[in-house]
């Protein structure tokens, strides 16, 4: 594949990521709908937005890394996490859909300060570069964690799709310390937790 072509494809998958429109190659899990209030409604709304957004960044940290990969097995890693993540993409706009919200304005933003970061990550070597991935997936399991425990209770669909989330997420973060890839110093951990709590809070509403 020529580097006009491979640009094509980074330029297609990041629209699609951050229109809408990417497919899932897996059912979303299956659960019961409960009774959700008005407010429940909205808050749930809400934390599917959030979700929604954080797998758009997914999808740029992926595509960024994977275009400054060294090695042609790390590339390939990395492509196949993102294949597998842009279920829980298409999952999470299902969900806001079916509860009546609507995607953050702020995706394609995201999308494109996550692409300049993933670039930036792989561009420091592949061990530095899976290193990143294991380090974001643990604060990502860790959001989830907290979105499980503020879900309303009858919310079952979007508990179950979270539950899912959560663990293709940690199953990521594990193979990529299996790849080679270093462990993140706490501080470093510490700004990537503040970063990602910032997001979070801008995205919950808008």
């Known amino acids: 594949m020529s580097w006009m072509d491979e640009m094509i494809g980074v330029f297609d998958r990041g629209l699609r990521a951050v229109t809408g429109v990417t497919p899932a190659e897996r059912e979303a899990p299956p ?24 797998e758009v960044c997914a999808q740029a940290l992926y595509e960024g890394q994977a275009l400054t990969a ?20 298409a999952w999470c706009r ?15 933003l995201f999308y494109g300060a996550s692409m300049a970061v993933g670039v930036a990550a792989g561009a420091l070597g592949d061990r530095v570069s899976l290193g990143f991935v294991a380090a974001t997936e643990d604060q990502v399991t860790e959001h989830l964690d907290r979105h499980l425990q503020s ?14 989330m959560r663990e293709d997420e940690s199953r990521h973060g594990v193979n990529a310390l299996k790849g080679g890839g270093v462990e993140f110093p706490p501080l470093a951990r510490q700004a990537m937790t503040l970063i990602s709590r910032a997001m979070t809070e801008t995205t919950y509403r808008i």
């Not at 299902?94 to 394609?108: C, M, N, Q, T, V």
């Open 31 to 54: 659960a019961e709908e409960g009774e959700l209030t008005d407010a429940e409604r909205r808050h749930a709304a809400a934390l599917m937005r959030v979700n929604h957004v954080g």
């Open 70 to 89: 060294g090695k042609p097995e790390v590339r390939e890693a990395l492509r196949e996490a993102a294949a597998e993540e842009a279920d829980h993409l």
């Open 151 to 164: 879900l309303p209770e009858a919310d079952a669909r979007s508990r179950a799709i979270l539950e899912a």
């Open 94 to 108: 299902e969900r806001i859909d079916e509860l009546g919200g609507r995607p953050s304005l702020l995706a394609p």
